[in-house]
């Protein structure tokens, strides 16, 4: 795999009336290789889109340096033709069609009145397949809606043909399936196209599909670092990358969840991060045990409905309940009869049948308040 | 076909521009035929002597000055609507105008009777050359600090908040001159701020016609910058533009035009606001490779229509030429918005 971004000793952070703000110091060494999708994670105001642009050349360095391919100090135009960026800046007005964006791409490539030349229409025509968007060409960029504005803003990218991609809160104010349509067509781009891509997100789930790593940004960065330090949640030893003290984690994924950074580096009092779906909850509150029996997606979409409804689940297994009181207020059972999934709710000695989670969740409710 | 479409448009205009050119040539105060206008311009020797001068040496001097400024002050004027993606920018949002209006103030307040209006209109005075030095003067003072002050910059919107400030400054400082002058001279400033186009004869003409000539050279230039400053500095900047490098060619070349015009024909408004808006509805497009030809021959065409409407056709009075672009201008502008509707395209 080709490296096509290394960082050594990178400090990123700006300058505000003189004084040098550190965003996020002593990051361990960074790379990006060709032909990988990185994402970017961590709280509001982590650092996130900073480090971002510090990576892109939009923002100096405090400290440290930025290698593209090996090279230091590359002219912006040399830098454009290596780094091309999607980022949350709107662009709506000026009247632009959406072929005259994508064409904006070649900027970096065309001549010096801004001419296109074969191989420019080539590469745009490329980047409109890519990016899935050859019904778009005709409109203006201001009617389009966020998720078509976004994809068009990838072509844009894309058009301008560099080894890299950075895109900066891409799935922001998308719907869920303009979502994974984005995600998807930036894994199938660092497969097919070799591309290293990396992206800044708050999709977690979403990123833990796609993401062949994960660089994780703790919050409190900068100046409240110190004040917040305190209060952080402990980790476990060893899961830090870089020296000691640096809030900011890489490695695949899975690993991440499994040395349980995640759930230290996201949970709060107010949400929890349940490991083995990967998924961030919200906490119940007042949870009644109950047991669950059954397998398969019922199973699963009734855990989910019973969890909601403020029931803390113990598994189906007997004796496996740590919760202590036997059954809790009762056993549910799930089954599947004739293709069609049914209920069954025992407690007490008694059992009683449902046929959809809408009538075994107004049961439960009945029972719990009766007793 | 798109580009043939707007091959035959700007075709179009251009023969537009003839004819306008040729329409303010035969209008005035004394009717010229436009067949007579012909044989004048083209065979020498022929014709009614005094048509002669009137045609050579007032009457061409002065549409020329109309396309050039109109040229210059359009284009200008669409360089600062995509720097400051503004629609209601205009060449003098940098403060250029004010300080040539400025340097024209100091002149004329202070010098009292040496430069009086009468000596503007006299071909060639000393009188006019000391009002387009010191508005040239006036103009390239708030150029060179808007400049040192760009580069402190990172952002364009802070420009265009430097440039009304400027503004302000300019303007205050007249005012003052103003306050403390005699009414007679006052009014002479007033006179001159109505702009006119006919006072630009001779070697003033060339001087004039050089700077828009270097002016629209540097702006065609900057057409790929503006191009990439439609998407804002972050993406131009990320496509490998110098942000403050193309500020510094855009500031240089927007002064250099509306400096120069408003020295030697007095402040015209409405032109660079106006203009740039009608090339983006006439060619549906914002590449400023289109954009900025489209500019420069609708804001001649124009302002040539404006001057022919200022001397009112069969009658003596010649109106001043900045009342009648923004008075006859704008309520065309607000018609073809409308019926366009195509208001939201600067959201």
């Known amino acids: ?371 | 076909m798109k580009v043939r479409l707007r091959r035959f448009r700007l075709g179009g205009l251009l023969l537009l521009l003839g004819l306008a050119f040729l329409f303010d040539l035969s209008s005035g105060p004394i009717r010229i035929p436009l067949r007579d206008i012909f044989h004048l311009l083209f065979s020498r020797g022929s014709g009614d002597p005094t048509w002669a001068f009137i045609v050579r040496s007032i009457r061409l001097p002065k549409a020329i000055t109309a396309v050039l400024a109109g040229c210059g002050l359009s284009v200008s004027g669409l360089q600062m609507q995509t720097m400051f993606r503004n629609p209601l920018a205009e060449p003098g949002v940098l403060g250029i105008t004010a300080g040539a209006s400025f340097g024209v103030a100091a002149v004329m307040l202070s010098g009292g009777s040496m430069a009086t209006l009468y000596a503007i209109r006299e071909l060639g005075s000393p009188g006019s050359w000391l009002i387009a030095g010191a508005a040239c003067v006036g103009a390239g003072l708030v150029m060179l600090l808007v400049l040192a002050l760009s580069s402190r910059l990172r952002d364009n919107v802070l420009m265009l908040v430097i440039g009304l400030m400027m503004n302000s400054i300019t303007v205050a400082l007249t005012s003052i001159w103003q306050y403390f002058s005699n009414p007679e001279e006052v009014k002479e400033y007033l006179l001159w701020t109505f702009g006119s186009l006919g006072g630009v004869t001779g070697l003033q003409l060339y001087i004039l016609t050089a700077i828009v000539i270097v002016g629209l050279a540097a702006v065609f230039l900057s057409s790929k910058m503006l191009d990439a400053l439609l998407l804002g500095e972050n993406y131009a900047r990320s496509m490998g533009l110098t942000v403050k490098r193309a500020r510094v060619i855009i500031v240089c070349s927007t002064s250099l035009l509306a400096g120069g015009i408003t020295a030697f024909c007095g402040p015209i408004g409405f032109m660079g606001i106006a203009v740039p808006h009608l090339a983006r509805l006439l060619f549906n497009t914002s590449s400023h490779r289109v954009l900025m030809p489209a500019s420069c021959l609708l804001g001649a065409i124009l302002l040539l229509a404006c001057d022919c409407i200022a001397q009112w056709p069969g009658t003596q009075t010649v109106l001043p030429i900045n009342i009648i672009t923004s008075l006859v201008g704008a309520p065309v502008v607000i018609y073809l918005l409308v019926r366009k509707k195509n208001l939201n395209i600067y959201r």
């Open chain 1, 1 to 371: 795999m080709a490296e096509l971004l290394h960082t050594r000793e990178l400090v990123t952070g700006y300058h505000q009336g003189g004084r040098r703000i550190v965003v996020s110091g002593d990051l361990p060494e960074l790379t990006i290789g060709a032909g990988q999708l990185i994402c970017l994670l961590g709280p509001n105001g982590s650092g996130k889109s900073t480090l971002l642009r510090t990576l892109a050349g939009l923002q100096p360095a405090l400290g440290g340096r930025v290698e593209i391919e090996g090279r230091v100090g590359l002219s912006s135009a040399e830098l454009a033709k290596k780094i091309s960026l999607v980022l949350t800046d709107r662009v709506t007005g000026n009247n632009l069609d959406v072929y005259s964006l994508v064409a904006l791409g070649r900027y970096p490539w065309s001549t010096w009145l801004g001419g296109l030349r074969e191989a420019d229409r080539e590469a745009i025509h490329r980047a409109i397949i890519a990016a899935d968007i050859g019904e778009l060409l005709g409109r203006k960029v201001f009617t389009l809606s966020d998720g078509e504005s976004q994809k068009v803003m990838l072509a844009r990218a894309l058009s301008q043909d560099t080894p890299i991609l950075m895109l900066d809160e891409p799935t922001a104010h998308l719907d869920l399936p303009s979502r994974i349509r984005l995600m998807r067509i930036l894994h199938r781009l660092a497969r097919e196209l070799d591309k290293g891509i990396l992206l800044s997100t708050h999709e977690l789930d979403l990123a833990l599909q796609v993401a062949d790593e994960v660089w994780l940004l703790e919050g409190g960065g900068g100046v409240a670092r110190s004040g917040a330090d305190a209060v952080r949640v402990d980790l476990p030893t060893g899961s830090r990358s870089g020296s000691a003290g640096v809030p900011f984690h890489k490695g695949t994924p899975e690993d991440l969840i499994l040395e349980g950074i995640f759930e230290a580096v996201f949970a709060r009092e107010d949400v929890i991060f349940d490991r083995s779906s990967g998924v961030f909850r919200i906490p119940p509150e007042g949870q009644m045990p109950i047991r669950l029996e059954g397998v398969g997606v019922e199973a699963f979409w009734t855990r989910r409905a019973l969890q909601r409804a403020g029931f803390a689940i113990m598994d189906g297994a007997a004796g496996a309940d740590s919760t202590g009181g036997g059954a809790g207020v009762g056993v549910v059972r799930v089954f599947v009869e004739a293709g069609r999934p049914g209920w069954l709710f025992e407690a007490g000695g008694e059992s009683k049948r449902f046929d959809s989670i809408a009538v075994l969740l107004d049961g439960l409710h009945r029972h719990t308040h009766l007793s």
